[in-house]
């Protein structure tokens, strides 16, 4: 695992561990790493958690220059989710909280509550999506002001971007279009999928609308697979704020639709809104935001970080969403 060799050790997460429950731990194993954080299950008598501890940013910041553990952002959401649904783990401390020893302070971490279940496999249950809508619908109740990526702070649940187009730009990137105001074709999709070039520009002004939409929520903005357990056909947790924003609510439905396809999203809107109406509105604005998810996973996966199966994946998601978002610009 890149950059492990000037990470803390196992005595050092174990001091972690005390100092955040006051607890011992029996057993310490890694059990996974993602962008900016490596994680850490340590089981103790009074029960596990989880013990997430920021990559060195030099590991990541050529890839991902925009991307940061947050731990003080997750911790006050996570706190603000969980008070309102328990499948969110509860937090317990970060390295910038109250008692804890200075020799720890200097090292980004934070510890909560481990949770139980797996990452879904084979086909989306109906129960499932129906848990993740409802879930969803709660974070998106959360208090929160601003835009785009969440301020590092346990303070307050805040954006940090000054305006609603640098929210989007702030979680997807400069080139995020059409919100980095250069046309569809400086864009890769050029390249590689040259039949969807126009009518995805089609879409261009209806797309720079949602900047300036009065709906904003946190997000999550990142439902795929390994962000979300389940336990016995039901959701059990939702874990993984690192990437939260301050965006329109409809971006967590196209988020979850581009990794589940529209089939399965009908079942998420059923758990996230009893409303139909409000279903309605919210599936007309996923299919048209998940253009702009899918044009940023096609930048993503043709140039930042190549990846030639999931840019196909990403191709074939915007061939199917386009004839929606086209039917909905023409409503």
Same mark, same amino acid.
């Given at each position: 695992?890149?950059?492990?060799?000037?990470?803390?050790?196992?005595?050092?997460?174990?001091?972690?561990?005390?100092?955040? +429950?006051?607890?011992?731990?029996?057993?310490?194993? =890694?059990?996974?790493?993602?962008? +900016?954080?490596?994680?850490?299950?340590?089981?103790?008598?009074?029960?596990?958690?989880?013990?997430?501890?920021?990559?060195?940013?030099?590991?990541?910041?050529?890839?991902?220059?925009?991307?940061?553990?947050?731990?003080?952002?997750?911790? /006050?959401?996570?706190?603000?989710?969980?008070?309102?649904?328990?499948?969110?783990?509860?937090? =317990?401390?970060?390295?910038?909280?109250?008692?804890?020893?200075?020799?720890?302070?200097?090292?980004?971490?934070?510890?909560?509550?481990?949770?139980?279940?797996?990452?879904?496999?084979?086909?989306?249950?109906?129960?499932?999506?129906?848990?993740?809508?409802?879930?969803?619908?709660?974070?998106?109740?959360?208090?929160? /002001?601003?835009?785009?990526?969440?301020? #590092?702070?346990?303070?307050?649940?805040?954006?940090?971007?000054?305006?609603?187009?640098?929210?989007? +730009?702030?979680?997807?990137?400069?080139?995020?279009?059409?919100?980095?105001?250069?046309?569809?074709?400086?864009?890769? =999709?050029?390249?590689?999928?040259?039949?969807?070039?126009?009518?995805?520009?089609?879409?261009?002004?209806? $797309?720079?609308?949602?900047? #300036?939409?009065?709906?904003?929520?946190?997000?999550?903005?990142?439902?795929?697979?390994?962000?979300?357990?389940?336990? #016995?056909?039901?959701?059990?947790?939702?874990?993984?704020?690192?990437?939260?924003?301050?965006?329109?609510?409809?971006?967590?439905?196209?988020?979850?639709?581009?990794?589940?396809?529209?089939?399965? +999203?009908?079942?998420?809107?059923?758990?996230?809104?009893?409303?139909?109406?409000?279903?309605?509105?919210?599936?007309?604005?996923?299919?048209?935001?998940?253009?702009? $998810?899918?044009?940023?996973?096609?930048?993503?996966?043709?140039?930042?970080?190549?990846?030639?199966?999931?840019?196909?994946? /990403?191709?074939?998601?915007?061939?199917?969403?386009?004839?929606?978002?086209?039917?909905?610009?023409?409503?």
């Amino acid at each position: 695992m890149p950059g492990l060799t000037s990470m803390p050790d196992a005595p050092t997460v174990a001091r972690i561990v005390i100092a955040a +429950t006051g607890e011992s731990p029996n057993a310490l194993r =890694i059990v996974g790493q993602g962008v +900016t954080a490596v994680a850490w299950r340590a089981d103790a008598d009074g029960g596990s958690y989880s013990v997430l501890v920021a990559l060195p940013v030099e590991t990541y910041a050529d890839q991902y220059p925009e991307a940061g553990p947050r731990f003080e952002a997750r911790f /006050a959401v996570q706190t603000a989710l969980h008070a309102r649904d328990p499948r969110c783990p509860e937090p =317990i401390a970060t390295n910038r909280g109250p008692g804890i020893p200075p020799s720890l302070e200097g090292i980004a971490w934070m510890v909560s509550t481990w949770a139980e279940g797996d990452a879904l496999e084979g086909p989306m249950p109906d129960a499932v999506a129906r848990d993740l809508g409802e879930a969803v619908a709660q974070l998106h109740r959360v208090p929160s /002001a601003g835009y785009g990526m969440l301020a #590092d702070t346990a303070e307050a649940i805040r954006g940090a971007a000054s305006d609603p187009g640098e929210g989007f +730009t702030s979680r997807w990137g400069a080139e995020a279009w059409p919100y980095n105001g250069l046309p569809l074709s400086t864009h890769p =999709i050029v390249q590689t999928a040259p039949h969807l070039v126009m009518p995805a520009a089609a879409l261009r002004e209806q $797309l720079l609308a949602y900047a #300036d939409v009065p709906a904003r929520a946190v997000c999550h903005t990142d439902l795929s697979r390994p962000n979300y357990l389940v336990e #016995d056909g039901r959701l059990s947790a939702i874990i993984d704020f690192g990437d939260a924003a301050i965006v329109p609510p409809a971006v967590d439905i196209a988020s979850f639709a581009f990794y589940e396809v529209w089939d399965a +999203t009908e079942r998420f809107l059923e758990g996230y809104a009893s409303n139909s109406v409000l279903r309605d509105i919210r599936r007309a604005e996923a299919q048209q935001l998940a253009v702009v $998810l899918a044009l940023q996973k096609i930048q993503k996966h043709a140039k930042r970080r190549p990846d030639t199966e999931r840019l196909q994946r /990403a191709i074939t998601f915007l061939e199917a969403t386009l004839p929606l978002a086209s039917r909905r610009s023409d409503a």
